[in-house]
Every structure is written in C-alpha cells, then in structure tokens.
C-alpha cells in the first residue's frame, strides 16, 4: 500500500531535549511538508521541500530544523529553541510542487501528537 | 503572504439540511483552492478542489463556488449524513509559482442523527 507513514504517534519530552518525528513516503513524490496543527488556529507551515537535499521555510520555522537526503525521507527536529513545542504534527507530500498540470493535493500522514512536560 | 479566513469554527446542522462554510483569501494571485476533511484521529484528505478559471464545481453532494472579484470561496454539503461530521479546512495557493497551500483555521462540523 502506498501513502505516508510518520512515527512516533505519540511523542513525550522534556523541556531542553530535542526530538526528531519521522516521516516516510513510498508514493515517489517530489514534494514533502511539514504541518503544525493546534486547536483553532488550522494547520501551519513549518518547512517544505521541493526535492532533494533542498528545502523552505514555511510560516513558523523558528525552533525547527530537517533534511531532505533521500526522496522518501523528510524528518523534522523539534529543538529547545521551539517555545511552545506541543502540538499536532502533520507531514504531507504532493506529486510535484509547482509542475503545471498537476493536481496539486496534498497526501497527508496520520500525524505525530508531541507533548512537552 | 497569502492569508486566508475561515467562517464559521463549529458548525452544527440537523441530517438532512445544507451546511456551508466560507473562506476569503488575500492574494489575488492565488489559482487553486482545495477543500479537506479531517476525521478524528487522522490526517486530512482531498474533498474537491477548483482553479481560478472555473467558478463552481461539483461532486455528488459536495460543491466549492469561487468568487474571485471578492476572492472567497465556499463548501457547500447537500443531505448531510453523520458521516460528514469531521473538521473541514479550506487552502489557497498558487498552482505555478513557489508557495505550498496556505491553511484556513478549519470548521468542526457536527451532523445531528
């Protein structure tokens, strides 16, 4: 079955600890996202990348950090530098950003629900 | 940036009747507007999307109309069923050009039996 698999589901951590979310796709796109989602406030733009070993910030980059090394691969890094880091993690891939034709959806994973204690 | 507005956050309709939930846009630029239904515990998924050169489309008992003089856009749910009760974000974009989709905060949608 193709789609997209992030792991942890649940992620617990202390203040001052970094944690890495994984993120995996086996559909061969071009395109992977980083989502952050808290209540009333919809899903927020982290970081995208458009292919590999290149990479954007979104809208709320500051405190993370990823990589794009392999296509099927796009781990993100919570840092202590991340104030407010509890939240509802969503990473998503699409056939190709900005190919003209495309349909442009979005394949979003299950997320990862981090907690800081 | 694109910033994009979601009316109303909870919406709640008896089954059967019509729900529909607005979104407005600020880029003019913008050409892609897709819609995405969230159930509890899992990731969005792709419900109906339309371009700017298309002013309404439908699917079964779903349909998005675009203005784009006003730039809004809307969801419309015909015959509701509990199986529509979910969270609905709607996006905005530019198809061609280096922005990924812009979020609205999402509408929670409850379908009374």
């Known amino acids: 079955d193709g789609g997209i698999t992030q792991s942890p589901k649940y992620l617990f951590r202390k203040e001052g600890q970094n944690v890495t979310l994984s993120c995996e796709q086996n559909?061969?796109?071009?395109?992977m996202y980083w989502y952050r989602q808290d209540p009333g406030q919809g899903l927020r733009l982290i970081y995208y990348?458009?292919?590999?070993?290149?990479?954007q910030k979104g809208d709320i980059a500051e405190g993370y950090s990823v990589s794009r090394e392999k296509k099927e691969s796009f781990p993100l890094t919570v840092t202590s530098a991340q104030k407010n880091p509890t939240a509802f993690y969503l990473c998503?891939?699409?056939?190709?950003?900005?190919?003209?034709?495309?349909?442009?959806?979005?394949?979003f994973g299950e997320g990862s629900r981090l907690t800081v204690l | 940036g694109e910033n994009v507005e979601q009316h109303p956050s909870t919406l709640s309709v008896q089954e059967g009747d019509s729900a529909v939930i607005k979104c407005t846009y600020s880029?003019?630029?913008?050409?892609?507007f897709p819609w995405y239904k969230q159930e509890l515990g899992k990731g969005p998924q792709l419900i109906i999307d339309?371009?700017?050169?298309?002013g309404e489309k439908k699917d079964q008992r779903i349909a998005v109309t675009l203005n784009k003089t006003a730039k809004h856009f809307s969801l419309h749910i015909t015959e509701t069923q509990p199986e529509d009760s979910a969270v609905y974000f709607c996006?905005?974009?530019?198809?061609?050009?280096?922005?990924?989709?812009?979020f609205g905060s999402g509408t929670r949608l409850q379908v009374q039996p």
């Open positions: 996006a905005a974009s530019i198809i061609t050009g280096r922005r990924a989709l812009t």
């Open positions: 880029d003019s630029a913008s050409n892609y």
């Open positions: 990348s458009q292919i590999v070993n290149d990479f």
């Open positions: 998503a891939s699409s056939i190709a950003a900005f190919a003209w034709g495309a349909t442009g959806e979005l394949f």
């Open positions: 339309i371009r700017s050169n298309v």
């Open positions: 559909l061969n796109h071009d395109a």
